[in-house]
């Protein structure tokens, strides 16, 4: 089945510093794959997403590139900020495996602090 | 624009008593619909689907169900409530097979 594998954290990192979370995969396709941000007491956002092997998706610094060879999905942020303290989720979905209307598969989820 | 709401926010209830969380869409037509359930450990855990009026999958056989009577309304149900069934409840919804999901503000369930 499919499966999504980050680090759970919490990540603590000082203002300005450079972020990674690290995200790897399983999946029985060829899935698309999202990073997710909530903020305390909200719901899920959007945050970047890839489609395919190669893809960049970028949003608000944070960058994540799709590797196919290595099945991981990392993001990245060259300089954060106290803002950036939330929670974020890596998940995939995987048409091909003809379960695509089921929802996405979550990681667990890391926290980051970012601490001024 | 698409959007997407989710009530009450905040819910404190006793145990054995009913649940009735409710979810609407506007902007689009004919979406899937989920209810996911975010425990104290952060993690998502999928408890329903819907791919059109009437028509319900359960990931997790427990005391909730899910109806969806209209087109763009998901309601998340229960008679008789569980300590166990505290936490945060997201509403979300698809257009497109294996697309991204499109998250509510949350409804936060406490079961005394």
């Known amino acids: 089945g499919n499966s999504v594998t980050q680090m759970e954290g919490p990540v603590t990192l000082s203002e300005e510093a450079f972020l990674t979370i690290n995200c790897t995969y399983t999946a029985t396709g060829y899935p698309s794959l999202f990073w997710y941000v909530q903020y305390p007491g909200e719901g899920l956002q959007l945050l970047l997403k890839a489609t395919k092997a190669d893809d960049k998706g970028s949003n608000k610094g944070f960058e994540a590139t799709y590797r196919k060879e290595t099945t991981s999905f990392h993001l990245e942020k060259g300089s954060v900020q106290v803002s950036d303290s939330a929670v974020y989720f890596c998940a995939l979905s995987d048409r091909d495996s003809g379960g695509g209307a089921d929802g996405l598969t979550f990681g667990k989820g890391t926290h980051l602090i970012i601490q001024p | 624009s698409q959007t997407i709401h989710q009530w009450p926010a905040t819910l404190v209830q006793p145990v054995g008593s009913p649940l009735s969380l409710e979810c609407t869409v506007e902007?689009?037509?004919?979406?899937?619909l989920y209810w996911y359930r975010q425990a104290a450990g952060r993690g998502l855990q999928l408890l329903f689907y819907?791919?059109?009026?009437?028509?319900i999958s359960s990931e997790v056989p427990q005391n909730l169900s899910a109806s969806r009577p209209q087109d763009r309304q998901f309601i998340l149900s229960s008679k008789k409530l569980l300590l166990s069934d505290s936490g945060f409840y997201l509403c979300?919804?698809?257009?497109?097979?294996?697309?991204?999901?499109?998250f509510g503000e949350g409804s936060r369930l406490t079961v005394l």
């Open positions: 819907s791919v059109g009026i009437g028509q």
């Open positions: 979300a919804w698809s257009t497109l097979l294996g697309g991204e999901l499109f």
């Open positions: 902007g689009t037509s004919n979406p899937n």
